[in-house]
């Protein structure tokens, strides 16, 4: 059973920076795609951002590019999300998913496809 744990959401002000942390249980680290979404009150869980099992490739969402950076460390079998210039839009949960691909060099952007999930990590931005 793979367990994700994030870590690292807060209360920011717009314009700052967070760096959330997803650590992982499965040492088979680079067979998986990981990819982290989020979900405002009252809205559907969105996709974000993901990378590769690799870490060749990355996908954004248009509301995140230039904003929000992706990268993973096989070594502390650990994803990180660097999300600067912080909005209020950007308020809602955020959620790692860890997706097991035949395939270290692709990723999805379908929460379907994503077997494992974190608790999810609060991240408020206030104007």
């Known amino acids: 059973q793979v367990q994700l744990v994030e870590s690292g959401g807060g209360l920011v002000q717009a314009g700052d920076s967070l760096r959330l942390s997803c650590a992982m249980s499965?040492?088979?680290?680079?067979?998986?795609?990981l990819a982290w979404f989020r979900q405002a009150p009252g809205r559907e869980r969105e996709f974000v951002v993901a990378?590769?099992?690799?870490?060749?490739?990355?996908g954004y969402a248009d509301s995140v590019k230039g904003r929000f950076t992706i990268s993973r460390d096989s070594s502390k079998y650990t994803v990180y999300l660097q999300m600067n210039s912080l909005k209020p839009e950007d308020t809602a949960i955020y959620y790692c998913?860890?997706?097991?691909?035949?395939?270290?060099?692709?990723?999805?952007?379908?929460?379907?496809?994503?077997?494992?999930w974190g608790q999810g990590t609060q991240v408020t931005v206030s104007s």
């Open positions: 998913a860890a997706d097991w691909r035949g395939s270290v060099d692709t990723y999805s952007s379908s929460r379907l496809q994503y077997e494992y």
């Open positions: 499965a040492r088979t680290f680079s067979n998986y795609a």
């Open positions: 990378i590769s099992g690799d870490g060749s490739r990355t």
